[in-house]
């Protein structure tokens, strides 16, 4: 309430009224926004830069979708967003590697580079008309640029894509933001994962096969790599700003485990079982040939000439994500998907299937909270070191892999899927730290 001295001339009397002042609050003074903007990957877009964001469908195939949206907070101040207020926004996360470019393949390459265009999305808020004045800022940030930096909305549609360009490193997570020109409003978000320190991570083959399958080994060899086999291993590490490094690409230059006579310098069988390898027989490979490489920091992949004894499902490799230092992955036969041997080092680097699968006694899917407690009492109970340090190995993980979805329902490296249904892209950003984490660990 204020009061007002009104003075009346002609009597030269006074008096006070006193008048209710309507003061409204902060948020009813903003104007109200008039559209969003969204950033997504662009529709050519083959892995070469890590994105991810909320897809529309994960609140109906993510298993904690409330904890899910924790992800995808501005990354600076670590808050949940809301544009406007009241209506949740999900600010997607890029990873680039500073002053990234478009390069040629090259065998001798550690990774692959493709210039970083995002797509840009338009979202029209409370039936709004487009004016003709209407502009997006998207401003420089930590030697973070765009082109171009400023867009007429009217001309935004279905094929507008910005360049994002990293002049120096990152040295820590930043959020970038977009501004409506003409309220000064910020309409939308983008977080950019750090990108100052690359790891490197070495990856040696070895051919492991039977005498008579040396030759069709080199041919699936050949086909596995003109279909992008080792390119997409490149691309998607890349997204965890992790170059990969092959030690030797030549397939005859490989380290050799002819069946036969490893047999014979062992003096034991190796087990097979209808033509496919056992456990047993895997653990005798993997026992002996980690003698001869105990200075070698990386991982190795045993690249057969034949599968494992026949499971319930495909299986394209095997590598184990605990305990956390094994570095071993087999890849057989029958793997065909060029995304197969990705998938296989995301497990050796901490990584579980973005699925549940693991089941209780009475055949019940655990969610990972259940895995989580039992494990834990299982853990009170151990008393073996060995028995303990795996069981501590694996509660590490389950606890970095919390986030699960319905099998086949995304693009993630680490689901499974049908050819033509999802094309297995990408990693989440969470999985670039859990990668990072045990790249630095075990493989620096």
Known sequence: MAGIRITLKETGQQSVARLWVYSPSKSETEEALNFLIHFRRPDNYDGEFGFDWMRD???TVCNNYKELKKEYYDCEKNEKVELPKGKEYFVPWLSMFAKQKDTEPKKEENKLEKKVKLKIELEKLNNYQIQDDDYIEIPSKSDITFNPNEIKVSEINENTTVEVVCKEPLKKDT?????DKKSKHIIGKLNIMANNEVLLLNVKFVKVYWKRHLQPLENTNNIRNDNGYIDVLKKSLGQALINIKIIENDFKEWDSIEIEKFQEEIKKTIPFKSGG???????IIKNKYVNSIKNYKGIIVFYTSFNKV???????????????????????????RNTDLSHEVGHTLGLEHSFDEFKNKEGIVLTQEQRVQELELEIKRTKGAQDLKI???KLSIIKKNLHKYKEG?????????????FDLKDFS?????????EVKKFYS
Not at 175 to 179: A, K, L, N, Y
Not at 429 to 437: A, E, F, L
Request: aromatic letters at 14%; zero cysteines; glycine letters at 4%.
């Open 310 to 336: 026949e499971e319930s499902r495909y299986s394209a490799g095997d590598a184990q994500t605990y305990p956390l230092d094994d570095k071993f992955i087999f890849i057989y036969q029958n793997s065909a």
């Open 277 to 283: 390898i056992t456990i047993e027989g895997r653990s």
């Open 175 to 179: 959020t970038i933001e977009v501004i």
């Open 429 to 437: 950003h969470w999985q670039w730290k859990v990668m990072r984490d």
């Open 409 to 421: 329902k995304t693009s993630n490296m680490m689901d499974y899927t049908n050819y033509g249904v």
């Open 57 to 59: 469908d994960y609140n």
């Open 391 to 393: 069981k501590k190995d």
